[in-house]
């Protein structure tokens, strides 16, 4: 069974910095792309970035380009999500997410239908 466990959430102050780890477990040697995604209180669920399985190719929401780098170790079986200059919207429960299965180009773009494997969420509060 997967596992997809997320750290690194916390509380800091606009224009501050974090950087949030996750890993996914239980499908030994596979390297699934993976999925940043966040949920602010009363909104939907919403993209944030997403890596390819070789780190090679990766996708920003608008709203965090230049602001938030995702990358992976695989040899760490580990992606990050670093976020820098953050502001008050931000705040959300971040979401770590692992794709086995779905289709590259959908995957990449964000979609969640494409995304098999979920974790419980990380808090991130940003306060201004």
């Known amino acids: 069974q997967v596992q997809v466990v997320e750290s690194g959430g916390g509380s800091v102050q606009a224009g501050g910095s974090l950087r949030l780890s996750c890993t996914a477990s239980?499908?030994?040697?596979?390297?699934?792309?993976m999925g940043w995604f966040r949920q602010a209180p009363g909104k939907l669920r919403e993209f944030v970035a997403t890596i390819n399985w070789s780190g090679a190719e990766t996708n920003y929401a608008d709203s965090v380009k230049g602001r938030f780098t995702i990358s992976r170790d695989n040899a760490e079986n580990t992606v990050y999500l670093q976020m820098n200059a953050l502001k008050p919207e931000d705040t959300a429960i971040y979401y770590c997410?692992?794709?086995?299965?779905?289709?590259?180009?959908?995957?990449?773009?964000?979609?969640?239908?494409?995304?098999?494997?979920w974790g419980q969420g990380t808090q991130v509060t940003v306060s201004s």
């Open positions: 239980g499908r030994a040697g596979a390297k699934p792309a």
């Open positions: 997410a692992a794709s086995y299965f779905g289709p590259a180009y959908t995957v990449l773009q964000g979609d969640p239908r494409g995304f098999d494997y």
